[in-house]
């Protein structure tokens, strides 16, 4: 009997899931599961869990608890990046999570009832036993915005009048950020204590990450280290070096042109075309015409460059400066590092190997390689003075063999001329000039003697310059040394 | 209906795959299920894939069992791009006996053109002339060769596999990549489905050499001009003859499966074509379509991004959706509806079809691709990236989407100032559309 019950709950849950779904236009969560409490279960797949509670309700009232918890991810906070977002925007609120999931709620049950149409939210609202204040408000919210009325006391009343000044369905970002911090100053004395249904904690360390990178594309340096902080705070391990991750991120907007190799060698037969009256006889190819010269059946090789030529990108070697008169780049925002990482990010996503020397007071290098190590090297900061050890220099690109070189400094390098002699000798070098770093004329003066035919210049004043880098070449491959 | 059989039955014996395709509420083996659509539609397909991921294999195993012809025949009419292929070793040539003898000009056409489903392996290998050229002639069914023409009345499929670029390979070009409807990827492969695999497939079923070599002998001693209606006529009733070869196999393998004959495959591609289609996915690519375009200017450079109001929008990511990609899109989800039986085409079958139908026909930015290359996947970067982009597009829609039935509406009733509202309530392109005079 017992059996027969859960079997029919179970098919009514999937019709109910279903026909949810549809009506939502699919959210990601693709599945679900009858458990003790509703909410979800997290992993590398989302599904949603009913609770045997809600499969107590009416057939309406359940579609609208599964829509109410489906539009979550179909609606909003939609991701964990927004979650992340509007805790921290709550960061002056000890009940953050709290007030974020309650307002996230309220969020995708009004684009329920008012965007899709979904009236089945009201009876969930109406069905459901209130838990604390904040449900009684939310109810008497909801119900307000479709027409019908509630009685509340008079503090409440006055709650909810503030809560109807707000624009809920506004979610551009400055909006979304004054109408949650507006709605924490409502709700924050209502709160009482409940488990959020989402919660940063569930989330897996991957999924963290994830969110983390989406957020240094969009938050500015200072904003991101002190979000990485608050979230070190609350879950076990620390956000490690988020100033990496923001340089990263940030440096995966900037595409740079790299030339790429070009072969001018022989000519090879490479494919098979009509013979024209003004082809040269040497091209013919009796084999291919049936040994006859008819037009239209006559044949002739084309020449190319042989097949499988090299458009490869080469290694590169990032040669930069982190002397105190540079930006440090954990204090404030660093053209030279975020240059740097666009520049050998570029390389890297093209199969090259991208090596790195790091000057100031030494020459502290690491060998072309891929991987996490070369931005470790970009972002090192070394803070001291501005030499850079040109034997070591030399040394190292001999062993490194050819590659493109790219020199990223404000201009104050002490030993310039001995510098200037030295890449006067480099086929070619790509020089990122971070004038926003320059201190004196001195260094504009210092610049100017590593200019040779050779070199090609690009000033850095702020961000919006670093798309203008490109890597070119003034020898083909087959000049190189 | 045979064609959800026949999927059930390819991806039981002939073809194993995971089922990463989710419309709606089901979940299919997208190359499988992409190949039948094509087969049945007569579209054009493009299988992408690593060396021996079963590119060519699944185009030609599906083939035999969608236009019932031996694998063996199949297989002949099967082009290797390589850049010696010339319109002689493909398409036709001349009888040269009659030309050394009678001084004549007799036309002897191939296989090919005669051929139901038409593959050509490695199709990035064919110089950029010949793929335009085959393309060209496989589009309208109209092949030509020294003045004489062969029109014919039934639709072919076409599948050209390519192998993730390697040295040796050129490069489609944008125009000949937006000819074909779709791109499928050869997936990963479960490790039980790998076993299996190891293990080799038998697709004797699909087989018949000395038919093969009847069909060929006769298109080969027939093949002019003159008896071109003839040989069409030749490869139907040979067609419906080895379709009762293939139920009565398959039957004997234990699957009772109805293969559809002429007829009732004209009737299921009518069936498609009028399957109705919902207000919302008018309305969705309604949305993308204005998304997409640069507010910038005409000529879209992805450099312009920067800084731009409309960064984070469709248009930043994907360069452009053709007037045939939309004709695609729409044939592909009209198909899938069907599939599904459903009753008219909603938002699941548009998803589930659109990252496919885009992806090879579209440049994809820098930005967007480096956002998404070091996320874990079991699809290329490229896939990747716009399935992501898309899912961002639909997210965008719902939120916009009843201000874009009001202000659909204020069009109708010539109310601008109102559209205009919207536009600086939303700041979408869509709404910016609508007041274009």
Known sequence: MRENKSIENAERAEKIFKEVRRRLYYPPVTDFEIS??????????????????????????????????????????YSLKTILLEEFWLRDFEKR???RALFDEVVAAIDLLLNRGF??????????????????????????IAGGEVSIDESMERKLKEMLE??????????????????????????????PKIKQEDFGEKEMDEALKELARELDQSEFQELCQLIGKKTTGEVKKPEKIWYMERSRKYSIYIQPYSMTGSLYPSEIREFEFDGSVEEFSPIDSYGKLIPGIAKKYAYDDFEGRDFSIPDAVVVIDSSGSMADP???????????????????????????????????????????????????????????????LKNYLRDAGGVDVIMITDGGIENIEEVSEFTSQLNSLTVIWIKSDVSSDEFSKRIKKILKKNVNVFEVKNESDIPSIAVKRFVEVFGRC | MGFREIYEFIQMTLFFGDETLQVGDKKYNPLI???????????????LGEYGSGKTTSAERISCLTKYLPLEFIQAATIHGHPEQTEEKIKATLDLGALEKEGKEVIKWKILPFS?????????????????????????????????????????????????????????IPPLLDRFDIAVETSILHPVRKRLVRRGIDDSILRDAEFSEEIIKYIMDSSISERAREIEKYISEVSDEFRSVLERRIREEGYNIHLPDAKEMERIRDEIYSMPISPDVELLLDYIGQEVYCQLGINKDYSKCQGCHYTNYLCSDIFSISNRAEKSIFTYSKALAWWNEDGEVDIGHLIAVLPFALWHRTSISDRKLSEVREKEKDVSDEFFAVDDAIKKVKRRWEEHRIYQIEALNHLKKGEYDEIEELFSLTGHPFFKSLLRS
């Open chain 1, 36 to 77: 003790e409490e509703s909410g979800f279960i997290f992993g590398r797949r989302l599904k949603l869990k009913i609770g045997e509670k809600d499969l107590k309700l009416p057939d309406d009232a359940l579609k609208g608890s599964i829509a109410l918890n489906l539009n979550l991810w179909a609606s909003h906070p």
């Open chain 1, 97 to 99: 999570s709290q007030i």
């Open chain 1, 119 to 144: 009236d089945e939210v009201l009876d969930y609202y109406r069905t459901r036993k209130a838990e604390g204040k904040q449900d009684i408000l939310l109810y008497a919210f909801l119900e307000r």
């Open chain 1, 166 to 195: 707000i624009n809920f369905l506004d979610r551009r970002e400055m909006r979304l950020r004054l109408n949650l911090l507006r709605f924490a100053k409502i709700v924050d004395e209502l709160i009482e204590t409940f488990s």
């Open chain 1, 330 to 392: 954990s204090k404030s925002i660093s053209y030279a590092v975020l240059g740097a990482m666009a520049v050998a990010r570029n390389y890297l996503e093209n199969g090259a190997r991208v090596g790195v020397v790091n000057f100031s007071n030494e020459n502290i290098s690491i060998p072309p390689s891929r991987g996490e190590r070369v931005f470790d090297a970009i972002i090192l900061y070394q803070g001291g003075g501005t030499h850079l050890d040109v034997e070591g």
């Open chain 2, 33 to 47: 299920l992409f190949t039948i659509i094509t087969s049945i539609m007569n579209g054009k397909e493009l299988i």
């Open chain 2, 116 to 172: 139901p489903s038409i593959i050509i392996d490695e199709v990035n290998r064919l110089p950029v002339g010949k793929q335009s050229m085959i393309l060209n002639e496989i589009d309208r069914n109209i092949w030509s060769y020294r003045g004489e023409t062969l029109i014919f009345s039934s639709g072919k499929a076409f599948f050209g596999t390519i192998n993730y670029q390697d040295a040796g390979t050129t490069r489609l």
